[in-house]
């Protein structure tokens, strides 16, 4: 039989976190149903100086990638 791996306790808040005055869901009204939350690694978020910028780039990389793709695959008959 198996040991149980202990799990390891889950970090405290520190006391210099003071979350007294905050506002619960203060900016979720900026994100509509449909959005979605990326977080880019700040070497890649240096290249995009906006999200305009991002989006256009993905955008044109949908592009390339639809392009690329085969239009239909072809099955052989069995035979």
């Known amino acids: 039989m198996r040991k149980a791996r202990s799990r390891p306790k889950p970090e405290e808040m520190l006391p210099e976190y003071d979350f007294s005055a905050g506002v619960r869901g203060k900016y979720a009204g900026r994100f509509g149903k449909d959005a979605m939350m990326v977080v880019l690694d700040p070497d890649v978020a240096e290249v995009f100086p906006d999200p305009k910028s991002v989006n256009k780039?993905?955008?044109?990389?949908?592009?390339i990638i639809r392009d690329?793709?085969?239009?239909?695959?072809?099955r052989r008959s069995a035979g």
């Not at 780039?57 to 592009?63: E, F, I, M, Q, S």
């Not at 690329?68 to 072809?74: E, I, K, L, N, T």
């Open 57 to 63: 780039a993905l955008r044109a990389l949908g592009h």
């Open 68 to 74: 690329r793709a085969p239009r239909s695959v072809r």
